[in-house]
């Protein structure tokens, strides 16, 4: 699976924020506006708060992958 990658640090900034454990289904809006990765298969996308996830572009699954759920990985003030 894919991970977010970045440069400079000093862009960055920890956070221990309830928003990074929070699953989003599909067809629910995107609670916060950031970069989101799929729990089954590692894709990522970019979404507005919101707006509703997943895009129409995104991978079907596999059986093993189970159900499309988003998590938030990167947000921002």
Known sequence: MANA???HTTHLEQSN???FDTITPVGH????SGIYRCKGCGHMISSTKGHTLPPQNHPQHSTAQGQIRWQLIVGHD
Not at 29 to 32: G, L, N, V
């Open 5 to 7: 990658i970045y440069k």
């Open 17 to 19: 924020s309830d928003a």
């Open 29 to 32: 809006s995107a609670p916060y």
